[in-house]
């Protein structure tokens, strides 16, 4: 069983049902799932990831789930700060003939390429980079993420001001690889939680 249908039968969905609230799918770190409500990514909601550089490790964070996704449906991914490196998303799983690089040439474009995978039934998650968003574009996205059941991530910078995310992130590089600390979840401030990827 792939791990998108393990996801869908634990949350108790049956083929051809809209999914349960509570869908998600394994991050692929352990501590990780332990810290996040329902133990992994949840479905339907723009996950809000915060880094403190770009380049410091943070995709290493999603690949696990990205490669699962890709074996069942598009990875949009809109805006990415540095070139695809197409060997090393291939050894890590992911699907390359599922991928799909968006370049938009302004931040509206941007947006409408967001809200077309978060809503595209062909699309299993969509990861965006924004150096800017509006609080009101942010929640635009989230209700269509919402909408569409889809996996989404949205990578800003560390020192924008916070989004109304029902989970967020806040990724810093360290010596063990990517400190993860749990910043926001379920629409409530949480206290600090610091997992070592």
Known sequence: MTPLAEAWERA???RGAAPAAAAVIPTGFPDLDGCLEGGGWPVGVLTELRASRAGIG???????????????GWLVWIA???RPCAPALAAHGIVLDHLAVVRPRTHKEALWAVSQGLLSPAVGAVVTWFADIRDQEFRVLQRQAA?????????????????????RLVLESAPQGVRVTLARKAGRPVAPLIVAL
């Open 12 to 14: 108790g969905v049956r």
């Open 147 to 167: 909408e569409g059941r889809r996996w989404s991530f949205c990578f800003l910078p560390r020192d924008l001001a916070p989004k109304p995310s029902r989970l």
């Open 80 to 82: 990415p700060p540095y």
């Open 58 to 72: 943070e995709m290493r964070l999603l690949l696990p789930v990205l490669a699962a996704l890709s074996r069942e």
